[in-house]
């Protein structure tokens, strides 16, 4: 099985979703959405954009 995305109400009382790898973890945790639906077309973009390449800032610039 691979992770998943937890859609859940907030201290605000707006909606986040985290990303929980196999052990439980937690990878991700988004920002505070006003509606659900907006939490969940997070989730959607977050996954389409997961093939996104990694920046490195820890090197210095050439």
């Not at 992770?3 to 505070?32: C, H, M, P, W």
């Not at 996954?47 to 050439?62: G, I, Q």
Request: aromatic letters at 8%.
């Amino acid at each position: 099985m691979s992770g998943k995305y937890e859609v859940y109400v907030d201290r605000s009382g707006g909606y986040q979703f985290r990303l929980k790898a196999n052990n439980g973890e937690v990878i991700a945790t988004s920002e505070s959405y006003m509606t659900k639906a907006a939490a969940i077309k997070g989730i959607e973009s977050l996954k389409s954009h997961v093939k996104s390449h990694v920046v490195d800032l820890t090197e210095p610039a050439s």
